[in-house]
């Protein structure tokens, strides 16, 4: 099945009171893990790389291949969306240019009113190849510079104003963070959330910093409108526990078990099972 654009699923997702999960990507393993758990629990599924992560696999023209390749190989049939996080101004039409279904315009480090208008730029040249685009105001936080922060929180009335400029989906922050949860994080501002959906109506809304949010505040996020919620962190650790205990009991010393396919099975297979679980917690099994 083709890459699609990540509007129906996002929609249906809302109508639904349920919330497709986004999946960061690193390389090969992770593509193939991610496909084959979203396609074992029948769940659409948004597939996503960071800029860096883009550079890392050799660009994001290969990234959209390896997708594409790996959704034949494997006959993948749920629907599937290709998105960039967290893009730049040039990195978005980068990845139009390469063939990505969806796009994430992070211009929440600009003034207000340029962020807008690259939004709406971007919202009319997404909205004429039929790509959806994500939009992103506030900031959240993460760690910066060795310092964590607590997480910020979007303004609603900002959040209203971007949300009309023709975008498929909107991030905001209402308390949520990027990375590992610090310890005395206060949690999700659930009165932040509530007021941003008054304003918007319908719009999926995006959580980003899925990794470590207990599953009550996920799942309180997503009855006030939360579609779309990203995890990264939580597949890389459990890719690492994984590859570790494989290490430490001595499998890559015995017989060919340093043969990357059997080193690296592991920790795919941990993150095939992670996107399992966020798939049961977000409720989007059996929605392809
Ligand atoms: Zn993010």
Same mark, same amino acid.
């Given at each position: 099945m083709a890459l699609v654009s990540a509007k129906e699923m996002l929609e249906k997702a809302v109508a639904g009171h349920y919330a497709v999960p986004a999946i960061n990507l690193n390389n090969l393993e992770w593509t193939k893990a991610v496909l084959k758990g979203a396609q074992e629990m029948n769940s659409p599924i948004i597939v996503q790389v960071s800029e860096g992560a883009g550079k890392y696999m050799a660009g994001f023209k290969n990234v959209a291949d390896i997708v594409n390749n790996v959704i034949e190989n494997q006959g993948i049939t749920v629907p599937v969306a290709l998105h960039l996080d967290h893009g730049t101004y040039n990195g978005a039409y980068k990845c139009i240019e390469a063939g990505f279904s969806s796009i994430m315009f992070d211009g929440s480090s600009l003034p207000i009113e340029e962020n807008l208008a690259k939004t709406a730029e971007l919202a009319k040249v997404c909205a004429e190849k039929g790509l959806s685009l994500e939009a992103e105001v506030g900031a959240i936080g993460g760690e910066e510079d060795g310092v964590v922060g607590m997480g910020e929180c979007a303004d609603p009335d900002e959040c209203k104003k971007i949300a009309d400029l023709g975008i498929t989906m909107l991030a905001a922050g209402i308390g949520n963070i990027h990375g590992v949860y610090p310890e $005395?994080?206060? $949690?999700?501002q659930f009165d932040v959330l509530q007021a941003i959906k008054d304003k918007v109506g319908d719009m999926p809304l995006v959580l980003h910093g #899925?990794? #470590?949010?207990?599953e009550d505040q996920i799942k309180e996020a997503i009855s006030k409108g939360v579609a779309k919620i990203n995890v990264n962190t939580e597949c890389q650790i459990a890719f690492a526990e994984a590859t570790r205990a494989y290490i430490e009991a001595g499998k890559d010393k015995? #017989?060919? $078990?340093?043969d990357p396919r059997k080193l690296l099975a592991p920790g795919a297979q941990a993150i095939t099972d992670m996107v399992k679980t966020k798939i049961e917690i977000f409720g989007s099994a059996g929605k392809a």
């Open positions: $005395g994080w206060p $949690g999700l #899925g990794s #470590g949010i207990p015995a #017989g060919k $078990g340093f």
